[in-house]
């Protein structure tokens, strides 16, 4: 009986050391053809503000709205950005008017009336020059003064110079503006015209619109509030893609490249997987950040990579610790997705 009990005690024993030495040649095994890592899950922000300084008018959405591209968020007062469009547009309005008529030239009645008046000066020319004569005539019989002879020639003189300026302004009629004029006033549009757009563009951007796909995550400023562009109005979680930042030690770096397929774990959805791909490694190493659980304790050389998860029920939230497992022994990786991965931020 004894000798039977001996024996039982031996098969029991051996069978727990066959049990432990299966159990740790299993975990051996699985530990080869796997690679098992932690990390957080990661969220791109957007701080969304207003591109003017107004006082805020309406705020269209909530905090944890989802938003599309384009869709309007919220509003300036624009009762100043309007009269600014106004104004701007006046003034582009009368230069234009500016340029037509340097550009249409002198009309035909300006020139008919500097002809006119170049044919009237002529004529007080001829006037003028009978006059000193006659005057000279009498002086030189000493019935006038020799002043009056003076004052004859003053007025010839005058009578010419009138009649010099006459042609000059009806040879400019004939000629028009000069191309100098009309190129600044073309250029005086111009600028005009920019500052015409910079006012719509400015009015524009008194309405804030979602630049993507994405949640509000704050809500920062109210209605009546003085908006700015240092001050924003909203913080947008672009809820794709989402990755999970996790890090690799450099002894473990040779065993994955992008593209690899990996699996996403968490604590708060026990047993559910995300399938995911690494879609980035740094090239640069460096020391395990703090809030980064390793089984070393101890500080040593890391590489940050990121696996590519997909969330169509919106599970992962931004930090959610996540346990990344990257299968060793399979040959099929994301590569067009991975590549694409890749080119995200």
Known sequence: MKRIRIVIGILIAGGIVAGLWFWHDREQTASANQLILFGNVDIRQVQ?????????????????????????????????????????????????????????????????????????????????????????????????????????????????????????????????????????????????????????????????????????????????????????????ALNDPVWVRAYVAETDLGKIHPGMNAVVTTDSFPGKRYDGWIGFISPTAEFTPKTVETAEVRAKLVYQFRVFVRNPQDELRLGMPAVVTIPLDRLDTQTDTASEGEKLP
Do not use: C, H, W
């Open 48 to 236: 969304l503000a207003f591109n003017d300084s107004e006082r805020v008018s309406a705020v269209l959405v909530q905090e944890g709205d989802r938003v599309r591209p384009g869709q309007l968020l919220a509003t300036l007062d624009t009762l100043r950005l309007a009269a600014g469009v106004g104004k701007a547009g006046a003034r582009v309005a009368a230069q234009r008017q500016v340029v037509a008529r340097l550009e249409a030239g002198s009309r035909p009645q300006e020139i008919r009336k500097a002809r006119a008046d170049m044919e009237a000066a002529q004529a007080d020319l001829e006037n003028a020059r009978l006059n000193y004569m006659r005057v000279t005539n009498l002086v030189s019989q000493t019935v006038e003064a020799q002043q009056s002879s003076d004052d004859a020639r003053a007025a010839l003189d005058m009578a010419r110079a009138r009649l010099a300026a006459a042609k000059e302004t009806y040879d400019l009629m004939v000629l028009g503006p000069r191309q100098e004029d009309i190129a600044a006033a073309k250029a005086m549009l111009q600028a005009d015209e920019a500052g015409l757009a910079l006012a719509r563009q400015n009015l524009a951007d008194a309405s804030l619109y979602a630049p993507t796909n994405g949640v509000i995550e704050d809500r920062l400023l109210e209605p009546g509030d003085m908006a700015s562009p240092q001050k924003p109005v909203f913080t947008l």
